[in-house]
């Protein structure tokens, strides 16, 4: 991959694609000598999941997460008229592929528990799923900035720990998405 992205009127070389979600897709990023993530905004479908505008919840998601205190990627730049947002690039292994070599440490069911704490305290969930939170230097960050408020069917304890070990909910979703 060797495309280019704007934001901003300034010049983004794609290095890879790190993933798609709901809202966009995420690039691996250059400018210069640094690394970053351009999310492109998408407008598929999703089934399960109804969307207003969603580069200005990218914004507001982001700035509702800041003030909460949830460790997570610093937004550098947003585009509003491209949909497109820089973020900081948090270089690590996923939750995800941690658990898939089954060697989650037991820090970041602490962390995001502590997470919890402050986020439920503030009536708001985030997406638990593991492909959203990546360990570096033994902190765990948040690295999506979707969060919405608190509805128990959707905390942690109720959904997202199905996907934070070997379950077989995790299990069937990798099984499914080699």
């Known amino acids: 991959m060797d495309d280019m992205l704007y934001v901003n009127d300034k010049e983004y070389r794609l ?12 690039y691996l990023a250059q400018i210069g000598q640094e690394y970053v993530v351009v999310k492109q905004i998408h407008h598929e479908p999703c089934p399960y999941y109804q969307f207003g505008n969603k580069i200005e919840a990218e914004w507001n998601d982001y700035q509702r997460l800041q003030s909460i ?8 730049d947003i585009d509003r008229a491209a949909e497109r947002i820089v973020k900081e690039y948090i270089s690590g292994d996923t939750v995800y592929e941690l658990l898939l070599k ?11 528990k502590e997470m919890c704490r402050l986020l439920y305290k503030a009536n708001t969930n985030i997406d638990y799923f593991p492909t959203n939170f ?31 070990s070997r379950t077989p909910e995790f299990l069937a979703y990798a099984e499914e998405h080699p």
């Open 134 to 164: 990546i360990l570096q230097n033994d902190t765990l960050y948040y690295v999506d900035y979707e969060c919405n408020d608190y509805m128990e069917e959707w905390n942690f304890e109720n959904w997202g720990i199905k996907y934070w």
């Open 102 to 112: 089954d060697k989650l440490p037991e820090s970041c069911l602490l962390q995001v």
């Open 15 to 26: 290095l890879k694609l790190l993933g798609k979600g709901k809202g966009g897709y995420s």
């Open 69 to 76: 205190g949830i460790p997570m990627p610093e937004l550098l």
